[in-house]
């Protein structure tokens, strides 16, 4: 449980938390004003929160910066700068992540030791790991930034401006330049220049009538 002379000077400066029983603020932490907690937050190691912050439910945030007006939500994030106006979770997981301005960074996906610019989105899905992405780029669902060959960890640097698709596969060290876009279902070994439109050529194969043969030819006896 929070410290009650803690709580009882956020509350003199405006900070709304609801079910204080569940919520747990260490003494290092710095809270601004017109910050709105919710149930079962953990807040510890010198993080700083500033103002007009709304933390939703489950939010465990460690040693972290976290701007003005940003909605955090049902998330872990450790080690971890988030600048202004940013949206967050539910089901994020961020270490060692620097995140700027008007992103948003949604459920499911996890970031480590990368830098997130202004405007881009994450939406779904998603592993970034050792990575550099631009501003205003969006990431599909699924997409996996391969940073590690099994001995060594490698970083990918994404432009401004791009698109990549649904369950791309970035195999770092890559490049992609500004502006470039990559359809879904890609796997990217090898840098893409700016303003490139990249897609596997990889023709759709439909069959007659094999589903019939294929359960035929699988049945097995119990």
Not at 112 to 140: C, P, W
Not at 185 to 213: A, P, Q
Request: proline fraction near 1%.
């Amino acid at each position: 449980m929070t410290n009650k002379k803690k709580l009882k000077e956020f509350k003199s400066r405006g900070i709304k938390i609801i079910n204080e029983a569940s919520v747990f603020i260490d003494d290092s932490v710095t809270i601004g004003n017109n910050v709105t907690i919710y149930q079962n937050n953990v807040i510890i190691k010198n993080s700083v929160i500033k103002d007009n912050c709304i933390l939703e439910e489950n939010n465990h945030i460690e040693n972290c910066e976290i701007g003005e007006n940003n909605i955090i939500s049902n998330s872990y994030m450790k080690d971890s700068k988030i600048m202004n106006n940013n949206s967050i979770g539910p089901f994020s997981r961020l270490r060692e992540v620097d995140i700027k301005n008007n992103t948003k960074i949604g459920n499911f996906v996890e970031i480590k030791k990368s830098i997130i610019s202004n405007g881009t989105k994450i939406s779904h899905l998603t592993y970034v790991g050792d990575a550099f992405i631009g501003e205003n780029t969006n990431i599909g669902c699924g997409v996996i930034f391969c940073n590690y060959n099994g001995k060594y960890k490698f970083k990918t640097t994404i432009g401004n401006n791009c698109f990549i698709g649904s369950n791309c596969n970035l195999v770092a060290p890559v490049v992609v330049g500004d502006n470039a876009f990559i359809a879904a279902g890609c796997t990217i070994y090898k840098n893409i220049d700016e303003n490139k439109f990249v897609i596997s050529n990889r023709e759709l194969s439909i069959k007659e009538d094999y589903k019939k043969i294929h359960i035929k030819n699988n049945k097995t006896k119990n």
